[in-house]
């Protein structure tokens, strides 16, 4: 299996170790799954992206990965599949593997249109412009559950290749992809995000101030790290050499205060301390030392009655 802590790790070659990388690859579709068709997705939104990427439709791909999902399971259990079940799938696997790097190709040529030398509100502004009508995060949602059908795919043809050495060079080919190019887009995304809190603590909190603004930038840095964990990224290290400031700025998106951090973040906090102070102290004086007394009403008798003795016998005659 490849070693999830390196990610410059060779692909492994034995077919039992490139099945068992193939099992171990993407943690979970769950993620994907809801974003592309829960209750919240936009009608036809696979449908969508897949015509942003110039990808050949897929039919219902949540139905094509259970199918394979139930397949694998067969070949798990008793060592291979019937041939009256490949048929239905035998001809999948070359279409996911070229729908697979339509999506790579339409994220990585998205992130091309972002000039580093770029203005950062300008940047921002486009950036948005990508994730909504680009759908960015979207591609890299389906890029995810496209990918683990291929996985799915492979594993089921091993079972079947007994001693081909085509299938096991194809298997391995597609983890290949998977940790090198799906890294890179990965870091990318993350690092063309965490620009929105470049330049001056006014400014980032200005940027932020919108709600648009906020919300887009908010759902991609959810797409990402759904991404991110669905590919095991931290596993696999491919996150290992980023700039701590990429992870910073993404953690701090919903908190202008907290994005520009620092001398602002100070100034917040000492004046709401101010604040909480003068509060306090406005409670006291409308308390004042004393319990005052309503005109017309007598003190309140606080004296310790020395009628009865502390034991509580009555002294009285």
Excluded at 118 to 130: M, N, R, S, Y
Excluded at 224 to 241: K, P, T
């Amino acid at each position: 299996m490849i070693d999830a802590r390196n990610a410059d790790a060779p692909v492994p070659t034995a077919p039992d170790a490139v099945v068992q990388a193939l099992g171990g690859a993407v943690a979970s579709v769950e993620a994907a799954v809801v974003r592309l068709e829960g209750e919240e997705a936009a009608p036809g939104l696979v449908e969508r992206v897949l015509d942003l990427a110039g990808a050949p439709h897929l039919g219902d791909v949540v139905a094509t990965h259970n199918a394979l999902t139930r397949a694998a399971a067969i070949v798990d259990h008793s060592g291979g599949l019937p041939d009256a079940d490949w048929v239905s799938l035998a001809d999948l696997g070359p279409v996911l593997t070229r729908t697979v790097a339509l999506l790579r190709t339409h994220v990585s040529a998205s992130l091309d249109g972002l000039d580093p030398e770029d203005a950062v509100g300008e940047h921002v502004e486009l950036l948005q412009k990508i994730a909504v009508d680009g759908a960015l995060g979207e591609t890299l949602q389906l890029l995810v559950l496209v990918e683990d059908c291929l996985f799915l795919w492979h594993r089921i043809r091993l079972a079947r290749a007994n001693e081909e050495t085509a299938p096991v060079a194809e298997a391995r080919a597609a983890l290949a992809g998977h940790f090198e190019q799906d890294a890179v887009l990965l870091r990318r995304a993350r690092a063309a995000l965490a620009r929105f809190a470049e330049g001056t603590p006014i400014e980032v909190v200005r940027r932020l101030s919108s709600g648009r603004t906020t919300r887009v930038l908010a759902g991609l840095r959810q797409d990402l790290d759904d991404f991110r964990w669905a590919c095991r990224a931290d596993e696999a290290g491919w996150l290992s050499d980023e700039d701590p400031v990429v992870a910073e700025a993404l953690d701090s998106i919903d908190s202008p205060l907290k994005a520009v951090g620092g001398v602002l973040g100070d100034v917040f906090d000492r004046g709401r301390a101010r604040v909480a102070g003068t509060w306090s102290r406005s409670d006291d004086t409308a308390a004042g030392p004393e319990t005052s007394t309503a005109p017309g009403t007598s003190e309140p008798d606080t004296s310790t009655p020395d009628a009865a003795t502390a034991d509580g016998t009555d002294t009285r005659d």
